[in-house]
């Protein structure tokens, strides 16, 4: 996630950001734990607070635009 072109690019598993829909986004499924709550991003790290996931949820719901 160094750069908007790869956020955006995806993983081998498939997209990280669906624009318009942070809910059903993988970043925000990770970042809050729903995926599977041993797998929260970032790892190993503390969790980002409510409030700056709440700005990220914001920008992909208005469509990710660089």
Aim: charged share 30%; no cysteine; aromatic share 6%.
């Amino acid at each position: 996630m160094s750069t908007y072109e790869t956020l955006m690019k995806g993983t081998k598993f498939g997209p990280v950001i669906k624009p318009g829909d942070s809910f059903t986004s993988a970043l925000i499924m990770l970042m809050e734990g729903r995926a599977d709550p041993s797998i929260r991003m970032p790892h190993g790290k503390e969790p980002i607070s409510k409030d700056e996931i709440n700005i990220l949820k914001k920008w992909i719901d208005q469509g990710a635009k660089k």
